[in-house]
């Protein structure tokens, strides 16, 4: 398979404020959130990070997505740098993450023609876009509604195909069912099948291992910002379970279930 994604030593830190220190009873002044990650993915697979709460996999998103730069380590992403070249990374990106919030005030139909405005799609190209995405995920009855008044589920939604307005190749989707309904985590979750179906590249986190043995061809184990594993499940876990595996990972690197 061809190499679309090349991550080498990123690292991220960030400095806790006192009242960070107070609450976590800690008198460290940084915290290491991504430390030396290194991994590959490559053109038409579902790549998933997995790890607890906290381990760093937002951070290592948004750091691909160009929303911070790494202090150190660099990511091609179809050769093109995310710390020298965001502009042309982001153009080929979507990125999608449950801390977007979505103006109040505004509409997903307005909300989705500023932002393939934004992206310089051709007006018909993007009504045509607007009409299957809304369709197919129950929005078009939705489209005038403020966004104040839409429900949870449809707020993910609207994010999600204003993500991908632009229809990118690469698409990042950080925890892309959390805080969702079943019926709406299940719509989602076909969805990034249909997107894998159609040789789309997916990078996505999360925590929930049903969906990353239902979605995932390749995975990372993330655990306190480092790799600790990294391959296809059966390369990760053998005879075992992705949780029972993982929680063998999880204490050999000092972790404490709690």
Same mark, same amino acid.
């Given at each position: 398979?061809? /190499?679309? #994604?090349?991550?080498?030593?990123?690292?991220? !830190?960030?400095?806790?404020?006192?009242?960070?220190? %107070?609450?976590?009873?800690?008198?460290?002044?940084?915290? *290491?959130?991504?430390?030396?990650?290194?991994?590959?993915?490559?053109?038409?697979?579902?790549?998933? #990070?997995?790890?607890?709460?906290?381990?760093? $996999?937002?951070?290592?998103?948004?750091? #691909?997505?160009?929303?911070?730069?790494?202090?150190?380590?660099?990511?091609?992403?179809?050769?093109?740098?995310?710390?020298?070249?965001?502009?042309?990374? %982001?153009?080929?990106?979507?990125?999608?993450?449950?801390?977007?919030?979505?103006?109040?005030?505004?509409?997903?139909?307005?909300? &989705?023609?500023? &932002?393939? +405005?934004?992206?310089? =799609?051709?007006?018909?190209?993007?009504?045509?876009?607007?009409?299957?995405?809304?369709? %197919?995920?129950?929005?078009? /009855?939705?489209?005038?509604? $403020?966004? @104040?008044?839409?429900? !949870?589920?449809?707020?993910?939604?609207?994010?999600?195909?204003?993500? =991908?307005?632009?229809?990118?190749?690469? =698409?990042?989707?950080?925890?892309?069912?959390?805080?969702?309904?079943?019926? !709406?985590?299940?719509?989602?979750?076909?969805?990034?099948?249909?997107?894998?179906? *159609?040789? $789309?590249?997916?990078?996505?986190?999360?925590?929930?291992?049903?969906? +990353?043995? $239902?979605?995932?061809?390749?995975?990372? *184990?993330?655990?306190?910002?480092?790799?600790?594993?990294?391959? !296809?499940?059966?390369?990760?876990?053998?005879?075992?379970?992705?949780?029972?595996?993982?929680?063998?990972?999880?204490?050999? @690197?000092?972790?404490?279930? *709690?």
């Amino acid at each position: 398979m061809q /190499e679309i #994604l090349r991550a080498e030593g990123l690292r991220k !830190t960030f400095k806790l404020t006192r009242k960070q220190q %107070r609450i976590e009873h800690s008198t460290e002044t940084l915290r *290491v959130a991504v430390d030396n990650l290194s991994f590959t993915v490559n053109t038409g697979e579902v790549f998933g #990070l997995l790890g607890p709460n906290g381990a760093g $996999k937002t951070t290592a998103l948004r750091l #691909l997505a160009t929303l911070i730069k790494p202090d150190e380590g660099d990511a091609l992403i179809e050769g093109y740098s995310i710390r020298t070249e965001p502009e042309q990374v %982001r153009s080929r990106i979507g990125f999608l993450t449950s801390e977007l919030k979505l103006e109040d005030f505004f509409t997903p139909n307005y909300l &989705f023609d500023f &932002f393939a +405005a934004l992206r310089n =799609i051709d007006p018909g190209t993007a009504q045509q876009r607007k009409l299957e995405l809304f369709a %197919r995920f129950g929005i078009d /009855e939705f489209a005038q509604t $403020k966004v @104040a008044n839409l429900s !949870t589920g449809m707020k993910q939604k609207a994010s999600l195909v204003i993500s =991908i307005v632009h229809d990118p190749d690469i =698409i990042i989707f950080d925890e892309p069912t959390n805080g969702l309904d079943v019926i !709406t985590a299940r719509l989602v979750t076909d969805y990034l099948e249909e997107l894998r179906a *159609v040789g $789309k590249t997916i990078i996505l986190s999360t925590h929930i291992f049903s969906l +990353a043995e $239902k979605l995932c061809d390749r995975v990372g *184990v993330i655990i306190s910002g480092r790799m600790v594993a990294c391959g !296809t499940l059966e390369e990760i876990c053998g005879d075992k379970s992705l949780e029972d595996r993982f929680f063998e990972l999880f204490m050999a @690197a000092g972790g404490e279930v *709690v």
